[in-house]
């Protein structure tokens, strides 16, 4: 953490992004994993969050009109987090598919060959969603900020917020 504060916005998009925790959770289902205590020596998250707030961005944005989207979790081979629009409903899984023509962390088709893991047809609303994508990521683009004020203009960093004003002026 201590070198991201040195960082240029520059170095901060060429040398990836912040890692760290994640965990997305619906109603008691829960993927990834995330803790409030204390970090004990050595220990450190290895996903990158900015990469799935930014996905989960998009994925609310696609949402708004369609009915489909699967977020892949780039650090687990072949995992899929599935959104299906329902109404107001969402209906989200936990998937797998081996699809290999995969050119975006994002589909927007029902994956091919796909198999329930852990979890599926978990249903949650989908306005609560969006407010909670929105919260999450105005957060993080906060947490950044403090910690190197240099961060607000990277490229990355930009691309969150201008995601997070598309979503907002969508918001039910």
Known sequence: MSIIKTWSAKEFDEEGDLEGFFELEFEGNSYGYFHTKPLKEGEEGFDLIGRWLEDLLRAVLILKNGQYVAISDIEALYTWIEFE????????????????????????????????????????????????????????????????????????????????????????
């Open 85 to 172: 629009r329902c109404k107001d409903l969402l209906k989200v899984s936990v998937v797998t598919s081996d699809i290999d023509e995969v050119t975006d962390s994002i589909f927007i088709q029902p994956l091919p060959k796909r198999e329930y893991k852990d979890w599926q047809n978990v249903f949650i609303v989908f306005s609560d969603f969006q407010k909670e994508v929105v919260e999450k990521t105005e957060l993080y683009i906060q947490f950044l900020i403090e910690i190197n004020p240099r961060l607000d203009g990277s490229r990355r960093v930009k691309r969150i917020k201008e995601l997070l004003i598309l979503v907002k002026g969508t918001q039910t």
